[in-house]
């Protein structure tokens, strides 16, 4: 699959699960920032450095995502390896 079809099926899942996504300038001088995820005010926010290749979006919100039970939602099989393959997959530090 082309990785703009990707990371589309990958926002879409993240609007539907409630997850907001924000493409961010992520360079800072005083410290280190990197893409992830955290909670603000309730609600799982993806921040996504808006510099990265859309591979690394995509692995970015495939490691969000896969946190979900989407059992009960259809993905593209590809997507759905993708997101499988991110859970059985330690995220890197």
């Given at each position: 699959m082309v990785e703009a079809t990707?990371?589309?099926q990958l926002e879409k899942l993240a609007d539907q699960l409630g997850v907001k996504v924000?493409?961010?300038n992520l360079d800072q001088q005083e410290f280190i920032v990197k893409s992830g995820t955290c909670m603000?005010?309730?609600?799982l926010v993806a921040i996504i450095d808006h510099r990265l290749a859309p591979g690394d979006r995509i692995q970015v919100l495939a490691d969000c995502l896969s946190r979900f039970d989407l059992s009960t939602i259809y993905l593209v099989p590809a997507?759905?390896?993708?997101?499988?393959?991110?859970?059985?997959?330690?995220?890197?530090?």
């Open positions: 990707v990371l589309q924000l493409y961010e603000l005010r309730g609600q997507v759905r390896e993708l997101i499988e393959t991110r859970r059985a997959t330690p995220p890197a530090v």
